[in-house]
């Protein structure tokens, strides 16, 4: 049950999902060749005559960059802190296709400071690098308690994958009528098998692109 798409489809369904109006379709497109050249997305090298296809990681990993563009992190910041955390984020999209045929809360968070200055010795050089973490429903709502309400921190971005996941299956399949929550149908049903099967298949670390 594969799941490809080519990068028109890929764009058209992400700028849906993400309600970007028309308007701003043209600075969309531009934010996501700026990801490209940047090299989030490795291995799409269309051949002569044959459009490039996207599966069903590539359009997830594409979008969760677009989601950190949205909070404020410019394109360089946000790609690297993608790949400085590349098994984390592969296990987050994990955790939201942990059941078959449905979606589990999953979110990341990070310190999305542009200020505040890293430890000197550290491996890593932005905070947003160095806090990323993620979790299901009963983590993130822990660490937002110990983040905020007891004041370790003076600010974090959630993102929620999950939620991502399930604007992508509302411009998929559509919605119920009478219901809120998008329904899983047919194209819904492959995008969420072949994520799940990219995690059972991937390396941990997720070096493959």
Known sequence: MGFGVNRAAMLELLAEAMEVPVSRRPAFLGRFQHLQRLSLIEG?????????????????????????LQLGLTPERAVETINQNRARVREAIGLAVSREG??????????????????DESEFSDLAEATFDFGDAEESMRMFKHFFVDGYLQRSAFISVSGTLWHIVGV??????????????????????????????????????
């Open 44 to 68: 799409i090298s269309p051949g002569r005559g044959k459009a490039a296809e996207y599966q069903a990681h590539h359009v997830m990993v594409i979008a969760l960059a677009l989601q950190m």
């Open 102 to 119: 449905n979606i589990s809360p999953s979110l990341f968070w990070f310190d999305p400071s542009v200020l505040t200055k890293f430890m």
């Open 172 to 209: 998929l399949d559509g919605f119920e009528e009478g219901k809120i929550r998008p329904k899983i149908a047919e194209q819904s049903l492959k995008l969420l098998a072949a994520l799940s099967e990219w995690f059972d298949s991937s390396d941990p670390a997720w070096t493959d692109g």
